[in-house]
């Protein structure tokens, strides 16, 4: 079992529809979840960290996190192609909290 | 204000060579750390330091070597470069990766040829 586990995608969006990207961790005792966005040839950019359970809402982003399911997911209202990105979730690790622990991401297509 | 500083940005080696990347933060961050990138791998860490001082091994440090120059530096070396070290390589921060995540650099594309 893959310690973060992400689907790959593509996950293709109309423009201005609700976007849902999931992510499942295994590492019980991670504390802090983030989400990262990463354009093609460019480095990850932190748009959104959760840390307790429920929803955090910033602008257009939400995080939802839940620790007894060990899920987090990251919801994109009104997307816009300048959305279409990869997205990766990095929970801490519980073992060393100078760490993150990586997912693939899930590549995310906005069509105009 | 900066952030994190990578150079070069691209870079193209033959087999056998040698080279150091350069990183360094302006946000006076403790931590610090090396990363690659390859298609279907996603992000693994190469090396790391905690605070100024320290350093420590990661999922793939074979072939590299780190200093951590000062609070501000933390460079990475390839002593004799491999075409298996083609990759992306990222430097990052934090001040608290529990708190903050990390703070990445804009990337290195290295090739060996």
């Known amino acids: 079992q893959k310690e973060v586990e992400q689907n790959s995608g593509p996950l293709s969006v109309p423009e201005g529809a609700i976007a849902s990207l999931n992510c499942t961790y295994s590492?019980?005792?991670?504390?802090?979840f983030f989400w990262y966005r990463q354009y093609s040839g460019k480095s990850p950019e932190l748009i959104m960290s959760i840390y307790s359970n429920g929803d955090k809402e910033d602008g257009r982003f939400t995080a939802q996190l839940n620790k007894a399911s060990q899920y987090v997911s990251l919801l994109i209202r009104d997307s816009q192609p300048s959305d279409s990105a990869t997205y990766l979730c990095a929970p801490s690790n519980a073992g060393n909290n100078r760490k993150l622990i990586w997912g693939l991401g899930t590549s995310l297509a906005v069509n105009p | 204000n900066a952030g994190v500083t990578q150079t070069p940005k691209f870079q193209v080696l033959k087999t056998g060579q040698s080279m150091t990347l350069q990183c360094a933060q302006d946000?006076?961050?403790?931590?610090m750390y090396w990363y690659r990138q390859d298609p279907g791998m996603g992000l693994r860490l190469i090396y790391y330091?905690?605070?100024?001082?320290?350093?420590d091994k990661g999922e793939v440090p074979n072939g590299y070597n780190v200093s951590r120059l000062n609070k501000r530096e933390f460079s990475l070396r390839l002593e004799s470069a491999a075409p298996s070290q083609t990759s992306v390589y990222f430097c990052a921060s934090s001040w608290a990766v529990v708190n903050y995540g990390y703070t990445f650099g804009s990337g290195t594309r290295l090739t060996v040829v």
């Open positions: 946000m006076n961050h403790n931590s």
């Open positions: 330091s905690a605070s100024e001082g320290t350093t």
């Open positions: 590492d019980r005792g991670s504390q802090s």
